[in-house]
């Protein structure tokens, strides 16, 4: 079964400050999908940004940018110029037949 | 109006009690899916549905079960409820572009809070 780790259970970091966010997983699969998610106070899921493992590139939304690393197993999320509406929680979840997410990590974007 | 709709937002109930959540959605999409949240567990797969005819348990589907009524409506039901249920639930549905990979984004509703006492 595949399994997502996220070891950081909280950071925080200054606004306008960069920071990354660690997710390492483990499957047997060659073509599946990465994706991270945030969850705000509000409790909802909002997608961050997406993934294919197909796709040697990667994904960048705006401020938020991934470095996959394939071969070791790798999928952080960078956030640039970091905002105060960054403060939540961001889930790494790995989607093959289903989806399987982290544990997350809680973010705190001070002033 | 919300794409995908979970009632009802809050609940709290007895143990013993059976408990039925409820999700809609105006997406169009074919794929569902019930999850619970629970604090440094993130979210855990309960059942997933492919369509109507199509249902598949998840991670954590002892206790529970579900009823795909239409392509838009997908209920999750605990037959006896217990304090360990006790969680955050969430519905989520994705397209598909063929075979049975998720590579298409999940779209959550907003959840229900559910306290068994």
């Known amino acids: 079964a595949q399994t997502v780790t996220q070891s950081q259970p909280e950071m925080s970091v200054q606004e306008a400050e960069t920071v990354t966010l660690s997710c390492t997983y483990d499957?047997?699969?060659?073509?599946?999908?990465l994706f991270w998610y945030k969850q705000p106070p509000s409790r909802q899921m909002i997608l961050v940004i997406r993934?294919?493992?197909?796709?040697?590139q990667n994904a960048t939304e705006n401020r938020f940018s991934v470095n996959f690393q394939k071969a070791a197993k790798s999928f952080s999320l960078k956030i640039s110029d970091s905002q105060l509406g960054d403060t939540a929680m961001y889930f790494c979840?790995?989607?093959?037949?289903?989806?399987?997410f982290g544990a997350g990590t809680r973010l705190t974007v001070k002033p | 109006d919300a794409d995908v709709t979970q009632t009802p937002r809050n609940r709290i109930t007895k143990t013993g009690k059976r408990i039925m959540l409820e999700c809609s959605q105006t997406?169009?999409?074919?794929?569902m899916y019930w999850y619970r949240q629970d604090p440094g567990l993130g979210l855990r797969l309960i059942y997933y549905s492919f369509d109507v005819k199509d249902i598949n348990k998840g991670e954590i589907s002892d206790g529970y079960s579900v009823s795909r009524q239409a392509q838009a409506k997908f209920s999750l039901s605990l037959e006896s409820a217990i304090p360990n249920q006790t969680a955050l639930y969430f519905c989520?549905?994705?397209?598909?572009?063929?075979?049975?990979?998720?590579?298409?984004?999940?779209?959550f509703g907003d959840g229900t809070r559910l306290s068994i006492l």
């Open positions: 993934q294919e493992a197909y796709k040697q």
């Open positions: 499957t047997s699969e060659n073509n599946y999908y």
């Open positions: 989520a549905t994705s397209g598909a572009t063929g075979g049975r990979g998720s590579n298409q984004p999940q779209h």
């Open positions: 979840a790995f989607a093959f037949n289903d989806m399987r």
């Open positions: 997406k169009g999409h074919d794929r």
